[in-house]
């Protein structure tokens, strides 16, 4: 049992609850949860930890990533797509499964020192889950399906391994990693989605992130994307689809019926040069639920996502010639709400009753002048992930000042991962 925490005399508590902002609030947490917030008063045997130089708000869920390929971070940046991914394949095949489990705790540490409590991550499942277990993340994951990684039959063994293991984790979250339509064929498309039906669990797959996957498909197929994917029953309310910028708004449409979620990475699309157009604004009115990912370290190169919120908002008002296209609070509500809606977790709100995940943001000189009508910009515009002080995951502290749940240096730590990888993994 943990001990209750009392977060104290926060300047302002950001409760994404309908735009609420509370001031000089506090907040606690027990048996990990909310337990109360506003002007209230510490209990016996709190632990407190005061906040009055700083903000509370919900913690973020990356909703698209692959954190060990922070190990390919800087890998022929700038590069056309191909090259790109051939050089990244290159790497991929070098990669032993404690490199796998290093570099996913890199990615880790990076998101818990920068404010995000839960991540959608697709790579090196069992790798993953160790090293998530060791910096205290929630995240979901499941061995990819990749056809090239073996038969559909040992890669579903796989999956179904991985969701024996974890079924009833607090924080590991199995769901099934179909990678693509383009890395898969149709008999492993239609087993991903009776697997992640007859197990009640998400369906993550990459969808639509360039104009080569889905004419490819055409061609070959006879289907765009999207629709390939719901033809062979991978689209239901439990799917999460990530990238979409090339579907179109007729297979919007099924998403809709369907009830699937979308996910949005707009850095990792600017920056391969992917194209197309996510319409944020276009799917929100439709009711789809959207969340908001880094995609990989190597695609990004950051997974910060503080930094992804504004490159969103940024985004869309460019792309529909609009300044209200995505408001500051839209990237907010993608973030946090809806990152854990579309993982069936409650959290992302700080109300009673919702998981204690949050994250303790320093007010730092270059977020001010900061009031409770500006805070949702200041965080969106200017904040970075460097300004988070602490995180709270289920109510225990993994990091805060510096400090890991098991007193090691997160700086510490993090080089001497990036040390051992430099010497084992020579690029
Ligand atoms: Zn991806």
């Known amino acids: 049992m943990k001990e209750p925490i009392f977060l104290k005399n926060a300047r302002l508590v950001l409760t994404m609850d309908g735009g609420r902002i509370l001031e000089n609030a506090s907040v606690r947490l027990e048996d990990g949860q909310i337990s109360r917030a506003g002007e209230i008063e510490r209990e016996r045997?709190?632990?407190?930890?005061?906040?009055?130089?700083?903000?509370?708000?919900?913690?973020m869920v990356n909703s698209h990533t692959h954190a060990a390929m922070v190990l390919l971070r800087g890998l022929n940046d700038d590069a056309p797509l191909e090259s790109w991914l051939s050089s990244m394949w290159k790497v991929e095949e070098r990669l032993t499964p404690d490199l796998e489990r290093m570099g996913a705790e890199m990615g880790f540490l990076e998101m818990i020192r920068t404010g995000t409590t839960a991540c959608i991550d697709m790579y090196g499942a069992f790798e993953a889950a160790e090293a998530?277990?060791?910096?205290?993340?929630?995240?979901a994951n499941g061995p990819p399906l990749i056809s090239n990684f073996g038969s559909t039959e040992e890669r579903l063994s796989q999956a179904r391994k991985f969701i024996e293991r974890y079924r009833h984790d607090e924080r590991i979250i199995p769901l099934v990693n179909l990678h693509s339509i383009y890395t898969n064929d149709e008999e492993a498309m239609i087993k991903a989605g009776e697997l992640s039906r007859k197990e009640d669990i998400p369906?993550?797959?990459?969808?639509?992130?360039?104009?080569?996957?889905?004419?490819?498909?055409?061609?070959e197929r006879g289907k765009?994307?999207?629709?390939?994917?719901?033809s062979n029953g991978c689209v239901w309310e439990r799917s999460i689809l990530a990238h979409l910028g090339w579907?179109?708004?007729?297979?919007?449409?099924?998403?809709?019926?369907?009830?699937?979620?979308?996910?949005?990475?707009?850095?990792?699309?600017?920056?391969?040069g992917t194209?197309?157009?996510?319409?944020?604004?276009d799917l929100k009115r439709m009711g789809i639920?959207?969340?908001?990912?880094?995609?990989?370290?190597?695609?990004?190169?950051?997974l910060d996502m503080f930094r992804e919120m504004k490159a969103m908002a940024l985004l869309q008002k460019g792309q529909y010639w609009d300044p209200t296209a995505a408001l500051a609070e839209d990237a907010l509500l993608c973030a946090t709400v809806n990152g854990n809606d579309i993982l069936g977790l409650r959290g992302g709100r700080i109300l009673p009753g919702m998981n204690a995940d949050l994250a303790i943001v320093e007010v730092d000189p270059m977020l001010m002048p900061l009031r409770s009508d500006n805070l949702m910009s200041a965080l969106v515009y200017s904040a970075v992930g460097q300004m988070v002080r602490g995180t709270i995951i289920?109510?225990?502290?993994?990091?805060?000042?510096d400090r890991l749940r098991n007193g090691e240096s997160l700086k510490e730590r993090y080089s001497e991962l990036a040390t051992e990888v430099d010497s084992s993994l020579v690029i």
């Open 247 to 272: 579907a179109s708004s007729w297979e919007f449409n099924t998403m809709r019926e369907r009830g699937a979620s979308a996910v949005h990475c707009p850095n990792s699309n600017q920056k391969l």
């Open 45 to 59: 045997g709190d632990e407190v930890i005061d906040c009055s130089s700083s903000v509370i708000i919900p913690g």
């Open 203 to 219: 369906l993550h797959v990459h969808c639509s992130e360039t104009r080569k996957e889905v004419f490819g498909n055409r061609r």
């Open 224 to 230: 765009l994307a999207l629709e390939e994917l719901d």
């Open 132 to 139: 998530a277990e060791r910096v205290g993340i929630r995240m």
């Open 275 to 281: 194209g197309g157009f996510f319409p944020y604004r």
């Open 289 to 302: 639920r959207i969340g908001l990912g880094t995609d990989s370290a190597a695609s990004n190169n950051s």
């Open 394 to 401: 289920g109510g225990e502290i993994v990091y805060l000042d």
